[in-house]
């Protein structure tokens, strides 16, 4: 039987934030937390996040940009979402699903007037740790619902 919690991280594109937050959930919590990620739409991959997450030893190139409604039909227990604009337009979810919302800056928006590589890097290992943190809190303040 599997009693761990299972938690979909919903962002705009599925190409940073949620993605990190599931690359997290997968390398510090996998024993007790099943995590994927979706998005509003699909963006592809940001290859800056990749590259932060690997700078910290977490491996995430082998994800893919998926769409919130393909998981509409599984039993989640929570869906975190991870900014402002998922947090608005989130789906309806079937079941007892509990909807938090931790919003986190968007670093290719922090970014985009970078033309250095290595500062627009400052922006994603900012958010990568602020996610890892937020991750690390986990799953206690994330309770299945009753």
């Known amino acids: 039987m599997n009693d761990r919690l299972k938690i979909l991280f919903l962002c705009t ?8 937050a599931e690359g997290w959930v997968n390398h510090l919590k996998a024993d007790v937390i099943e995590a994927r990620s979706a998005g509003i739409e699909t963006h592809g991959l940001n290859p800056l996040a990749v590259k932060a997450m690997a700078e910290a030893g977490v491996d ?17 227990d ?16 079937p079941g007892h ?17 970078e033309p250095i ?19 690390e809190s986990l799953p ?7």
């Open 60 to 76: 995430i190139s082998h994800h893919q940009s998926k769409l919130a409604r393909g998981f509409l039909s599984e039993p989640w």
């Open 97 to 113: 699903v509990k909807i938090v919302h931790v919003g986190f800056d968007d670093p290719p928006s922090l970014a985009k007037d």
């Open 140 to 146: 206690d303040g994330l309770k299945k619902p009753s």
């Open 117 to 135: 590589e290595e500062k627009a890097m400052v922006h994603y290992r900012r958010v990568r740790d602020e996610i890892r943190s937020f991750v």
């Open 13 to 20: 594109g599925n190409s940073c934030r949620s993605q990190m």
């Open 78 to 93: 929570v869906v975190v979402t991870v900014c402002g604009h998922a947090h608005e337009t989130c789906p309806y979810f």
